[in-house]
C-alpha cells in the first residue's frame, strides 16, 4: 500500500531535524567571519577527509541509482553494478592524477581550468554550456525522477513532493560547501541505512519463500533461482549486449564515462578543490570503498525483485499498459517494507534527491557567480557580491527546475537513458581534458574541435541506423541489433569510437597550429605529485583486489 504510517512520518521527521538542525549549526558557527567565495562555493580547508568522501557520494547517489539502477537489476542483472564498482578504479585514478593538478594550478571551476589552459572562448562557450546542460537537464531529471519515486513510496502528491524536496534543497544549499559537506555524512549514513534495509528485506523474502532463513541463503538462492543475472561480461549474442557490450565495458568506453563524470565535472570534483591533496585524495579513496557498497543497496534488490517476480510476486505492481516496467521493481519493495523501516528508507531516497541537488545548485552557482558574472557582467564584483550572486542563483535555478520538471515527461526513462544521451557530450569533454593536462602542446582550435565535433559524431552515430544499414559490421563487432532488430552501435561503444575520433582530430589540429607558430598555455606538472602516501596505496590495493576477485568469480 502507498502510504505511510505515523511511525514512518516520525522516523522521516527526525532525520529532517537532525538534518536541519545540524546545518544550522554549522552555518551559524562559521558564520562569525564574512565568507569569500572559497569558503562559500568550496568550504576551503574546512572539509575533512570523511565529509569529501561522504559528499562525493551523496551528490552522486540519487533517485536515478534508487530508482533506475536497481529496475536495471531487474532487467539485466549485476552487469549493470560495472557502473558502480568501475567508478571506485576510476575514483582512484582521479585522486592520483586529476586532483594534484587542478590542487597545483589553483583551479576551482572547470571553466577555469579551460581559460587557464585554453583561452576565454573555450571556457565562456562551455561555462554556459555546462550551466545549460545543469539547468535544464540535471537539475530538472533530479527533482523529477526524485518527486516521482519519492510520490510512488508515500501515496503523497507528486507536486507537494516536488516542491517539498526543492525547499529542502534550497535550504541546505544556501548554507553554503561547509553545510553541504558535513549534512551530507549525515544524509550518507540515513542512505546506506535505509538501503541496506531494503536489501536485508529482499533476500530475506527470497530465502522465506523458497523455504530457507537468513540474508546470505537468500543471496545464494538469487544466484540459484536466476544465474544469468550474475554474469558481469555479456557475449555478443546477449540479448541486453547493446547496453553493456562485453569487454568494452573493463576496456572501452566505460572508462569514458567514469573519467568524465568523476575527474572533469564541476558538480563532483568541486567537493576535493577546496582542501590540500593529502586530503582530498583520502577523501576520494573513502568515496571508492562506499563506490564498492553500493551495488548491494541497488543492484541486489533489483535482481531479488526479478526473483520474486518470476515467482508471482506483484504481478500487477509490476506492469504498465501490459508491459513489465523495470523501474518500478524499488519502490514496490519499498512498499513490502514494516512500519519504520519504510519510513527510514523514504527518508533514505529524500536523502540521496536532496544531498544530489543542494551539490548541483552549488555547483551551478559557482559557474555562475565566478565563470559568468564576474568574467562578463561585473568584474570588479566584491567577495560578498559574488556570495550573495550565488545565492540568488540557488533560489532562481531551483524555481526553474520547479516549472520544467512536471514537463519533462522521462518516467519510463532509466538509468542507461540518462547515461547514454550525457555520452553525446562526454568523449569531446574528456578529450579535450585529458590533452590539456598532459600534453602542453594542445591549443584552444583542437579544444574547439573535440566539444564541437566529438557532439556532432555522436548524434551521427546515434541516427546512422535510421540512414544506413549496419548489419556488415556485427561480424567486427561494431554493430549488434536492438529490440526491433535493427543494427546499431551500442553507445558505450560509440562513446569509445568518438573519444578517439576526438583525439586524433586534437592531435592533428594542434600539431599543425605547432608548426605555425601556435604556443598554447601549458599547465604546472611536477612528477613528485603524482606520489601516494602508503596508506592511500595500501587502500588502493584493497579496492583493486576486490575488483579482480568480483570479475573473476562472476565473469
Known amino acids: 500500500m502507498k502510504t505511510l504510517a505515523t511511525s514512518d512520518y516520525i522516523v522521516f521527521l527526525c532525520y529532517f531535524v537532525i538534518i536541519a538542525g545540524y546545518g544550522l549549526w554549522i552555518y551559524y558557527r562559521k558564520k562569525s567571519k564574512e565568507l569569500n567565495t572559497k569558503d562559500y562555493f568550496l568550504a576551503e580547508g574546512s572539509l575533512t577527509w570523511w565529509a569529501i568522501g561522504a559528499s562525493l557520494i551523496a551528490s552522486n547517489i540519487s533517485a536515478e541509482q534508487f530508482i533506475g539502477m536497481s529496475g536495471d537489476g531487474f532487467k539485466l542483472g549485476l552487469a549493470i553494478a560495472a557502473y558502480e564498482w568501475l567508478a571506485a578504479a576510476t575514483l582512484i585514478i582521479v585522486a592520483v592524477f586529476f586532483i594534484p593538478v587542478y590542487l597545483k594550478n589553483k583551479i576551482y571551476t572547470m571553466p577555469q581550468f579551460l581559460n587557464q589552459r585554453y583561452n576565454s572562448t573555450v571556457s565562456t562557450i562551455m561555462a554556459v554550456f555546462w550551466l545549460l546542460l545543469y539547468v535544464v537537464v540535471n537539475l530538472t531529471s533530479i527533482l523529477f525522477l526524485g518527486a516521482l519515486a519519492v510520490s510512488a513510496i508515500s501515496g503523497i502528491n507528486f507536486t507537494v513532493c516536488m516542491f517539498g524536496i526543492a525547499i529542502f534543497a534550497i535550504f541546505i544549499t544556501l548554507g553554503g560547501m561547509k553545510v553541504i559537506g558535513y549534512t551530507d555524512v549525515i544524509q550518507v549514513l540515513v542512505l546506506i541505512l535505509g538501503g541496506l534495509a531494503t536489501t536485508y528485506l529482499a533476500l530475506n523474502m527470497v530465502s522465506d519463500h523458497f523455504g530457507s532463513a537468513g540474508v546470505l541463503n537468500g543471496l545464494g538462492l538469487l544466484h540459484e533461482k536466476a544465474p544469468s543475472h550474475f554474469d558481469m561480461i555479456f557475449d555478443k549474442t546477449h540479448e541486453h549486449y547493446i547496453s553493456l557490450p562485453g569487454l568494452s565495458i573493463l576496456i572501452g568506453g566505460m572508462w569514458i564515462v567514469n573519467l568524465n563524470y568523476w575527474g572533469c565535472n564541476q558538480y563532483i570534483t568541486q567537493r576535493a578543490l577546496g582542501a590540500d591533496l593529502k586530503t582530498a585524495r583520502n577523501g576520494i579513496l573513502f568515496a571508492a570503498f562506499l563506490k564498492m557498497l553500493m551495488p548491494i543497496i541497488v543492484v541486489l534488490p533489483g535482481i531479488a525483485a526479478y526473483v520474486l517476480y518470476q515467482e508471482g510476486f506483484f504481478q500487477q505492481e509490476m506492469l504498465d499498459a501490459g508491459a513489465v516496467r523495470p523501474d518500478r521493481a524499488y519502490p514496490v519493495l519499498l512498499n513490502l517494507l514494516p512500519v519504520g523501516l519504510k519510513g527510514l528508507a523514504f527518508a533514505a531516497l529524500t536523502a540521496a534527491v536532496v544531498a544530489s541537488l543542494a551539490g548541483k545548485s552549488n555547483s551551478i552557482a559557482t559557474i555562475f557567480s565566478l565563470d559568468i558574472y564576474k568574467k562578463i557582467f561585473n568584474k570588479e564584483a566584491s567577495e560578498k557580491k559574488l556570495v550573495n550572486t550565488g545565492k540568488i542563483t540557488i533560489v532562481v535555478t531551483m524555481i526553474l527546475a520547479v516549472i520544467i520538471a512536471p514537463h519533462l515527461g522521462i518516467e519510463k526513462g532509466g538509468f542507461q537513458y540518462i547515461q547514454e544521451y550525457t555520452g553525446f557530450v562526454s568523449p569531446g569533454i574528456f578529450a579535450m581534458f585529458i590533452l590539456g593536462f598532459f600534453w602542453k602542446k594542445a591549443t584552444s582550435n583542437a579544444a574547439l574541435f573535440a566539444t564541437i565535433g566529438g557532439f556532432a559524431l555522436s548524434v551521427l552515430l546515434k541516427f546512422l541506423p535510421e540512414w544506413a544499414d549496419l548489419s556488415s559490421l ?41 608548426k605555425r607558430g601556435v604556443v598554447p598555455n601549458g599547465l604546472e606538472i611536477e612528477k613528485s605529485m603524482f606520489k601516494v602516501h602508503p596508506a592511500f596505496l595500501a587502500g588502493t590495493i584493497i579496492i583493486v583486489g576486490l575488483l579482480v576477485a568480483i570479475y573473476t568469480i562472476f565473469w
Open 474 to 514: 556485427y561480424s567486427m563487432g561494431f554493430a549488434v541489433p536492438n529490440a526491433a532488430g535493427i543494427y546499431e552501435i551500442p553507445f558505450i561503444d560509440r562513446m569509445g569510437i568518438v573519444f578517439v575520433f576526438c583525439i586524433l582530430g586534437m592531435l592533428i589540429i594542434s600539431i599543425a597550429e605547432n
